[in-house]
Each structure stands twice: as C-alpha cells, then as structure tokens.
C-alpha cells in the first residue's frame, strides 16, 4: 500500500462530501496510514484521525463486513473488462445503494439516508 492511494481516496471522500471539518477517519495501523502525506491531508481537510489498537479485533469488524457485501454485489457479479468499469461500478455501488437502500436494524429498519 502506498501513501497516495490513501490520500487520493481522502481527498476524493472529502470533495464528493463537501463539509466534511472535525469528522473522525478510523483506519488500522497501516504505514500508509500514518505517513507525513495521509497525516498532512487530514490537517488539511481539518478531519480527526483515529488508529485502531493492535489485535483489537472489533476495529476491523465493520470493514470486513463492507467489504463481504461489496465482494458479493459487485466483486462476484461478473468479470470486469477494464479497472476503470469496476471503478466506477463500485462507486455507484456504494453512493446509490450502500448509502442510500442498505436498511439497518439499529436504525429501525431505515436506511442511512432516511
């Protein structure tokens, strides 16, 4: 992993987001993670870092289930011609269907939107 993956993907939440000062980014202890460049782009975007414990296994939990469900709706769905198809499919992917239709039990059954 390298440090401007990182920072590119920061800098693209935040521009997509727009007012995004004081929120907290949680990440795990990864070098790319806590290099000059993330740590500089968090200052920059006036956001809150926050790092995981080592072994803390809860840290990672709701990670590891995006990323089950974006295996399984997008990943698996087909083969994917070009990087730049699956890109774009894993956007959408997340902005019309995670943010918006996924509905959650703790939230009585309403979605993140609603």
């Not at 004081?22 to 968090?42: E, N, P, T, Y």
């Not at 990323?67 to 769905?77: I, S, Y």
């Not at 730049?84 to 499919?89: N, V």
Request: hydrophobic share 40%.
């Amino acid at each position: 992993m390298k440090a401007r993956l990182a920072v590119n993907a920061l800098d693209s939440a935040v521009a997509r987001r727009g007012d995004t000062a004081g929120c907290i980014v949680h990440s795990d202890r990864g070098s790319q993670f806590r290099s000059r460049q993330f740590v500089h782009a968090l200052n920059r975007h006036h956001l809150v870092g926050s790092i995981g414990r080592v072994g803390a296994a809860g840290d990672n939990a709701a990670m590891e289930s995006f990323f089950a469900l974006l295996q399984k709706n997008v990943l698996d769905r087909k083969r994917w011609r070009t990087r730049e198809e699956l890109r774009i499919a894993i956007i959408t992917w997340i902005e019309r269907t995670y943010h918006r239709r996924r509905q959650q039990a703790r939230l009585g059954r309403l979605t993140p939107i609603e």
